[in-house]
């Protein structure tokens, strides 16, 4: 049914009036989606439970309502064949975005992610794209542990022919999910649950954002905190806490992985010559570790003060919620780190 031999082309978008809508995260997710439904023929959504009443945390509410089950349908759960299907419907024609709940399930997946999604351009000579993508959750508190809450983004991000995107705001929610189901690259679309918490104001219709240009969220002079997801807010919390002793944090979001902004964070480095990172995952092979390669292999940046790295401990995700406030990194730790930071590159 839903395969065919021939590429159905995508519609000219309708140029309408914009309107501002206050949207939860997952409304704005689901917004995305069905503009990008409603834009091209050939996307397409499917997953484990996600014409359930709630719509996967609101994220694909009213979906299959709108365009009906053919193009908005529940599946079992097999994330290899669900995976293997989307890169075979992307090889035909097709957009498929596939929602697999948590990361850790991809695990069950990665021959089709890594073998298959990933190569097969390189391996054709790059006569075929797969344009699919794949949303999953990392989550965070009410009792997540181990296997619901690891950020396993840099394996993703360590393979040649994956994107890795990481929104950070309800407005990027909307505007990156639109990029990555545009793109012709297969696209990890990684999303932390406490952001569905948010709201927001999203233009409609939605402009994509364009995946692989950080944003600078804060101007400052002196130290960079480049930040990702959730982790971004939390930056912007710790910012404050040291403008109050007369700090001033510059904030990068880097918003995607793969790509990487690289020449953003040479830039706001070079400025303030500090530099914390500030990370969702282990620090282990982790954003810190990407960060400095970049600043010691891409230019003349000499720091004032060893690189500061905010990450989770280096351990399993604890179900106790005792246990798991002590996991995560907090705000004043950040801000005393990053304040003796600054005393040791002044003196």
């Known amino acids: 049914m839903l395969i065919k031999t021939k590429p159905m082309q995508a519609l000219e978008p309708v140029k309408a009036a914009s309107t501002t809508q206050v949207l939860t995260f997952g409304k704005a997710l689901a917004e995305a989606t069905r503009q990008a439904m409603e834009q091209d023929p050939r996307v397409f959504v499917y997953g484990e439970g996600i014409n359930d009443p709630g719509g996967f945390f609101g994220s694909t509410v009213g979906l299959k309502e709108q365009f009906s089950e053919q193009r908005c349908f529940d599946v079992p759960n097999s994330e290899e064949a669900l995976v293997g299907f989307a890169v075979g419907a992307s090889l035909m024609g097709h957009r498929p975005v596939f929602v697999n709940l948590r990361v850790e399930f991809l695990m069950l997946a990665m021959n089709q992610l890594v073998n298959h999604a990933a190569r097969l351009p390189a391996m054709t000579g790059y006569q075929c794209t797969l344009p699919l993508t794949i949303r999953a959750i990392i989550g965070k508190s009410w009792g997540q542990a181990a296997q619901h809450s690891s950020a396993l983004y840099a394996m993703f991000a ?190």
Not at 208 to 236: H, K, N, W, Y
Request: aromatic fraction near 4%; charge should be negative; charged fraction near 20%.
């Open 158 to 347: 360590n393979i040649p022919g994956l994107q890795v995107v990481m929104p950070a705001s309800v407005e990027e929610a909307a505007g990156l999910l639109l990029s990555s189901i545009r793109s012709d690259v297969p696209t990890l679309f990684i999303e932390m649950k406490s952001l569905y918490e948010l709201e927001g104001a999203v233009v409609t219709p939605i402009e994509p954002i364009p995946l692989g240009q950080a944003e600078l969220v804060r101007r400052g002079t002196d130290v960079t905190c480049i930040a990702i997801s959730d982790m971004v807010g939390f930056a912007a919390r710790v910012a404050e806490r040291l403008a109050a002793k007369g700090i001033e944090a510059e904030i990068l979001n880097l918003r995607t992985l793969t790509p990487l902004d690289a020449a953003a964070i040479l830039s706001s480095a070079g400025k303030t010559r500090r530099v914390a990172v500030f990370d969702i995952g282990w620090e282990p092979f982790g954003l810190a570790a990407e960060v400095s390669r970049i600043l010691c292999t891409n230019g003349p940046v000499e720091l004032l003060s060893p690189l500061l790295s905010v990450a989770r401990k280096t351990e399993h995700t604890p179900a106790s919620c005792f246990l798991e406030y002590h996991h995560y990194p907090s705000e004043a730790d950040a801000a005393n780190a990053i304040e003796r930071q600054c005393l040791k590159g002044a003196g």
